[in-house]
């Protein structure tokens, strides 16, 4: 008998990252589409919603006033300050499918996944990556979401650290310019292949909420 599950029952923990640019967001986007049999987990962040984003469906658009007073009660399972902004994935969005036996599926930055991926080695961390750096950087000054002053972030962020991520994750997906529907369906191949093999860890019962001095 294997000592490294919950449950027979116990869910399996995907970590989705990626720098930005790299088009994630999308690739998670079309596995929700299809109706992918695999729960989301909905991260909360400290900015306005931008157009045509809903609280509670994309995420949650929370006050850093309301982002410290969760983290302070036990309400994250990791935070991160990214792009000048605060990410947190609140801790119920995962442990409570994964002990109901349901796959769980999180997009998060690539600090997140790095935290989790250390704390939790039984997470799967799949790295949605684009084609070249300046392919990711044409994505994001193409798409005006963000301030010039916020694009200049994220690229300052996807060379510091972002990429090197790659070699850390599990497994890597190429993301490539005009073919979003194949990334989508290598990450859920992934997900498949993953569920076949027997060695993965569950992590459910490890999960543990993150304190302000963690």
């Not at 991160?80 to 801790?91: D, E, H, K, L, M």
């Not at 769980?104 to 684009?130: C, H, N, S, T, W």
Request: hydrophobic share 40%.
């Amino acid at each position: 008998m294997s000592p490294a599950t919950d449950s027979p029952r116990s869910g399996l923990l995907f970590l989705v990252t990626a720098p930005s640019g790299a088009g994630k967001d999308s690739v998670i986007g079309v596995l929700r589409d299809r109706g992918a049999d695999v729960g989301f987990a909905i991260t909360a962040l400290t900015r306005e919603p931008r157009e045509g984003e809903r609280d509670g469906i994309d995420h949650f658009f929370i006050s850093d006033a309301e982002f410290e007073r969760r983290l302070s009660d036990g309400w994250f399972l990791e935070t991160a300050s990214v792009y000048g902004r605060r990410y947190g994935t609140p801790i119920h969005q995962v442990r409570k499918p994964l002990l109901e036996g349901r796959d769980v599926m999180l997009r998060l930055d690539v600090q997140g996944a790095r935290e989790l991926k250390r704390r939790y080695p039984g997470a799967i961390a799949i790295f949605v990556e684009p084609p070249s750096p300046e392919e990711a950087e044409r994505r994001m000054r193409s798409r005006a979401t963000e301030s010039p002053q916020e694009i200049e972030r994220r690229i300052d962020a996807m060379r510091a650290y972002e990429l090197s991520f790659a070699a850390e994750a599990d497994f890597r997906v190429v993301n490539a310019t005009g073919d979003l529907a194949r990334a989508a369906d290598r990450v859920w191949d992934i997900v498949t292949s993953v569920r076949r093999t027997p060695e993965r860890m569950a992590v459910a019962a490890e999960l543990t909420p993150v304190r302000p001095l963690d």
